[in-house]
T-cell receptor, first 113, second 110 residues
């Protein structure tokens, strides 16, 4: 089954404790992206990757890091989480970056205390 | 560059029609529409690539006016299953970044 998986689905952590949210897709998609969703603000792009070893900032990259060492995986790293990073996070992938449908993972709800 | 959607929220009775608008202050090169049901991930509905293009998906269709930098999503004879939040989205000029609209919450009641 074609899908995007994210882990963990739920996470409660404390300020400053490094964490990684994993994202994996099995559709051989070149383009992958991370979004955060906050009430009243919709979905905002954090980082995106056009292919292996090619990543770039989206609209709200501060406090986040990503890497793309393999085509299927695109982890999101919060090296020193803060309460304002409490949010719902989605990973998405698509075939190529231009004008294509994005497939979303189930989401990760992160709470930073 | 986030597109603005209107209305922010709408409540319909089953069988009624609705229109959701999406507008941008910058040029739109394409318009995507997604629906997100409560507690779930967004799901793709359609993409419009050309100015004036209209597309349909069951009883949901959309239009794209490139000159006005606007798109509209039309839901006809709404069903309970149409409830959710609808997002338009657009790519930046290079096609690399992606911007979702502010969202429209649609609730269909019996």
């Amino acid at each position: 089954e074609a899908q995007v998986t994210q882990n963990p689905r739920y996470l409660i952590t404390v300020t400053g404790k490094k964490l990684t949210v994993t994202c994996s897709q099995n559709m051989n998609h070149e383009y992958m992206s991370w979004y955060r969703q906050d009430p009243g603000l919709g979905l905002r792009q954090i980082y995106y990757s056009m292919n292996v070893e090619v990543t770039d900032k989206g609209d709200v990259p501060e406090g986040y890091k990503v890497s793309r060492k393999e085509k299927r995986n695109f982890p999101l790293i919060l090296e020193s989480p803060s309460p304002n990073q409490t949010s719902l996070y989605f990973c998405a992938s698509s075939k190529g970056q231009n004008y294509n449908e994005q497939f979303f993972g189930p989401g990760t709800r992160l709470t930073v205390l | 560059q986030q597109p603005v959607q209107s209305p922010q929220a709408v409540i319909l009775r089953e069988g009624e029609d609705a229109v959701i608008n999406c507008s941008s202050s910058k040029a739109l090169y394409s318009v995507h529409w997604y629906r997100q049901k409560h507690g779930e991930a967004p799901v793709f509905l359609m993409i419009l690539l050309k100015g004036g293009e209209q597309k349909g998906h069951e009883k949901i269709s959309a239009s794209f006016n490139e000159k006005k930098q606007q798109s509209s999503l039309y839901l006809t004879a709404s069903q309970l299953s149409y409830s959710g939040t609808y997002f338009c989205g657009t790519e930046g000029k290079t096609g690399n970044q992606f911007y979702f609209g502010t969202g429209t919450s649609l609730t269909v009641i019996p």
